[in-house]
């Protein structure tokens, strides 16, 4: 079964950046949207940010200003551009591709760690 591959996670100190990569590692048909979702221990998996195959995005409050969602349709392949990053960012990211009138309508990567210390 296709998989999503991250990348791009680690280790930074606060007020600083990562970037975040994610791919499919096979072809996805009829992909209405792909994002990210963060897991803190302890915490719900939370949505980060989700752009559609026409360009819309949204974003979580907690992140407005700070992280930028872009993606390249002709790979399929979404980033996470996460700028003046703080402790509370801390969690496994994960990327997600959905497709409402497919099966499976959800596929997820395996998630990545960022760590931000303060």
């Known amino acids: 079964q296709v998989q999503l591959v991250e990348s791009g996670g680690g280790l930074v100190q606060a007020g600083e950046s990562l970037r975040l990569s994610c791919a499919p590692s096979?072809?996805?048909?009829?992909?209405?949207?792909m994002g990210w979702y963060r897991q803190a221990p302890g915490k719900q998996r939370e949505l980060v940010a989700r752009?559609?195959?026409?360009?819309?995005?949204n974003y979580a409050d907690s992140v407005k200003g700070r992280f930028t969602i872009s993606r390249d349709n002709t790979k399929n392949t979404v980033y996470l551009q996460m700028n003046s990053l703080t402790p509370e960012d801390t969690a496994v990211y994960y990327c997600?591709?959905?497709?409402?009138?497919?099966?499976?309508?959800?596929?997820w990567g395996q998630g990545t760690q960022v760590t931000v210390s303060s």
């Open positions: 997600n591709a959905h497709r409402p009138f497919r099966i499976p309508r959800d596929f």
């Open positions: 096979g072809t996805i048909a009829s992909i209405e949207s």
């Open positions: 752009i559609f195959s026409g360009g819309g995005t």
